[in-house]
């Protein structure tokens, strides 16, 4: 029960809401915790985006980081850049593989992660939190309806194993 309320406190430090249900049996407590992500949602070439207001953070899924391999070099686009959405708009390279990122949605750029560029191991180890790329001010919202939610994703993804 202990390693079940410390692991739930790590997924929140990290971005992640937990819900949490207490069942009570034989005078003997149970923690039944289930992890669901925030409104994320993905693009077929495995960015994500995650939006709040007229502001996304966009990053890579865990997939395709696991894909690329260990991130050595990571370039990503400067504030003021404005993008169309599915335009290449940085890199991420491994020791092993390239590949290009591309903006989810459209808009301007208000922050790049710069820790990520020092740092870029950062999207291997915590992709949806401190590995996030950049962060845009959408110039049309209606594009989001055409992401995937995390759920589909997990679909899309086992649909392309097959």
């Known amino acids: 029960m ?12 990290s971005g992640v ?5 207490k069942y009570t049996a034989n005078f003997r407590q149970f923690h039944v915790t289930s992890a669901v992500h925030k409104d ?5 070439k495995h960015e994500w985006v995650e939006v709040s207001g007229q502001t996304g953070v966009v990053g890579i899924s865990q997939y395709a980081q696991e894909a690329l391999g260990d991130v050595v070099f990571a370039q990503l686009p400067d504030p003021g850049t404005t993008l169309k959405q599915n335009d290449e708009c940085g890199a991420l390279e491994s020791v092993k593989a ?3 990122v591309y903006s989810p949605v459209s808009g301007q750029v208000t922050e790049k992660n710069s820790a990520v ?11 949806y ?9 959408l110039s049309n919202p ?5 992401l995937m ?14």
Do not use: I, M
Not at 17 to 21: F, P, R
Not at 119 to 127: E, G, Q
Not at 129 to 137: A, E, P, R, Y
Not at 149 to 162: D, P, R, S, T, V
């Open 2 to 13: 202990v390693f079940l309320t410390r692991f739930a406190r790590l997924l929140q430090q």
């Open 17 to 21: 809401t937990v819900n949490t249900l």
């Open 40 to 44: 994320r949602l993905f693009t077929e």
């Open 98 to 100: 390239a590949s290009e």
């Open 117 to 127: 560029e020092e740092s870029p191991a950062l999207v291997n180890t915590n992709c």
């Open 129 to 137: 939190d401190k590995g996030w790329l950049f962060k845009v001010n």
């Open 142 to 146: 209606a594009e989001l309806k055409g």
């Open 149 to 162: 939610n995390e759920k589909q994703y997990k679909e899309f993804l086992l649909a392309a194993e097959h």
